[in-house]
C-alpha cells in the first residue's frame, strides 16, 4: 500500500477500503507512518466526510491497536451509557446504582474531567477512600458479587486514538463528525460492553452547540454501534443550562444521594430514568418503556437503588458513612451566596461559564497535571424560566481559596441572564436516535 496514494484518494472524495484503513492506523499506531501524513488523511476526511462502513472500519481499527475489556466472564447482557460530557452532569452517579438495582450488571470505565466539563472518576474519588484504580480481577468480581463496579480507563484502551486526538487538536480535524464519532465509540467498544446507550448533549455547554449537529453524531455512533454488533442508541439532551443544581464533585455526590432517594432535582431525575429506560430495554429485561420506567421508579421508591450505592461505596473502599450522612463528605470552608441585583425570568444560564466558574473556584483543571479540589463548586437555586427579585439568592459559592473569588462572583452574575420577559425552560429530552432514525421521546 502506498500512503500518498490513500490520502490522494480520500481527498478526492473516493471511499477508502477496510483494508486501507488499518493500514493507516495500524502503521501510524506503530510509528511507521508520520504525523504530517496522517493529519494530512484527517483533514481529507473534514472535507469529504467518510461512509458509515469506513467510519465502521476505522473505529475497529483503533478498538484493535490497544487492550479490549472482556465481561464474558460476567452473565447477561452488559450495557455501558456514555455521556458526550456536560457541566454537572450527575447521571452516571445515579445510573449504574440505579440500573444495577434492577438487576442488570454496570461495567463501566469512565475518564477524569478537563476544563469545563467534570468527570466521573474524580466526583468518585471525592469520596474518602473511595478507589477507581483497581485491578482487572478485582472489578469483574465486583461485578459478578454486586452488579456493580466503576474503573478509571486502563492505560492501554485505545492507543490509536490518543495518538490521532492529540494529532487532530493541533491540526485543525477535532470538529468531523466521524471522526469524532470513531473516537467516541472505540473507547466504548474496547470497554467491552454488548449494547450502548448515548446522552448526546445540546446547547452552550455541550461539545455540540446546535441541536442538529447533536442528532448528526448521535446517528454516526448509532450507526458504528450497529455496523460492529453492538446495540446502540442515543438520546439526545439539552446542555444549555447546567443539569441539576449542583456542579462539584462532592457536592454532585450529594446530588446523586439525593436523586436515589428520589428527593433529587427534577432534570437530573428525568434524564436518569429516561438513559435507565433505555439500558434496561437494550438488556432485554423489560419489553416496553413503560415496564422498565416503572422498575427504576420502584429501586427509587423502596430504597434498594439507595442500598445499591452502599455497596458500590463499600466494594470500592469508600466511607458508606457519607451516603447516610453527606455532611461527612468534602465540605468548604465557606459558602457565598451571589444574590440577583434585577427582578425578572431568568433567560438563560450559560452553562460553560458556570462549568468554568466551577473550575477557577478549584472543582475542575484548567491542564492535565492540575488537581482538583472536591469540596468547592457552584450550587444553583434558579434555573432558567424561574422568576427572581432583587435580592433573591442565584447561587452559591463554595470556596476554600479567596483566590479567583472576586472574578467568579463577576462571572456568574453575568452567566445568569435576567429578563422581564417570561420564558418556557428549555425542553430537557429532545428526541433518540436508534438505527431508524431521530424520533420524539415519549
Ligand atoms: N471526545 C472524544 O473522545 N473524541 C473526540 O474526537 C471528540 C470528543
Ligand atoms: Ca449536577
Known sequence: MNTPEIIRKKRDGKELTTEELRYL??????????DYQLSAWAMAVYYQGMTARETADLTMAMVESGDQVDLSAIPGVKVDKHSTGGVGDTTTLV??????????????????????????????????????????KKFLELVQKSGIAVMGQTANLTPADKQLYGLRDVTGTVESIPLIASSIMSK??????DAIVLDVKTGDGAFMKEEADAVRLAEAMVAIGHQVGRKTVAIISDMSQPLGYAIGNAMEIREAIDTLRGEGPEDLTDLCTALGTEMLLLAGKYETRQEATQALQQVIENGAALEKMEEFVSGQGGDIATITDPGKLPQPKEKVVIHSDKAGYIQRIHAEEIGLCAMRLGAGRATK??????????EL??????AVEV???????????????????KRLIAAMEIGEQSVQAPMLIRGIVTPEGFHQYK
Do not use: W
Open 25 to 34: 492506523i495500524e502503521g501510524y499506531s506503530k510509528g511507521e507512518i508520520p
Open 369 to 378: 497535571a492540575d488537581q482538583i479540589d472536591f469540596a468547592v463548586g457552584v
Open 188 to 193: 466504548k467498544i474496547a470497554a467491552g460492553s
Open 95 to 136: 445510573l449504574a446504582p440505579l440500573v444495577a438495582a434492577v438487576g442488570v450488571p454496570v461495567a463501566k470505565m469512565s475518564g477524569r474531567g478537563l476544563g469545563h466539563t467534570g468527570g466521573t472518576i474524580d466526583k468518585l474519588e471525592s469520596i474518602p477512600g473511595f478507589s477507581t484504580e483497581i485491578p482487572n
Open 391 to 409: 435580592g433573591t439568592p442565584l447561587a452559591t459559592l463554595y470556596v476554600n481559596s479567596e483566590k479567583n473569588l472576586p472574578e467568579v462572583e
Open 381 to 386: 437555586h434558579r434555573k432558567v424560566g424561574d
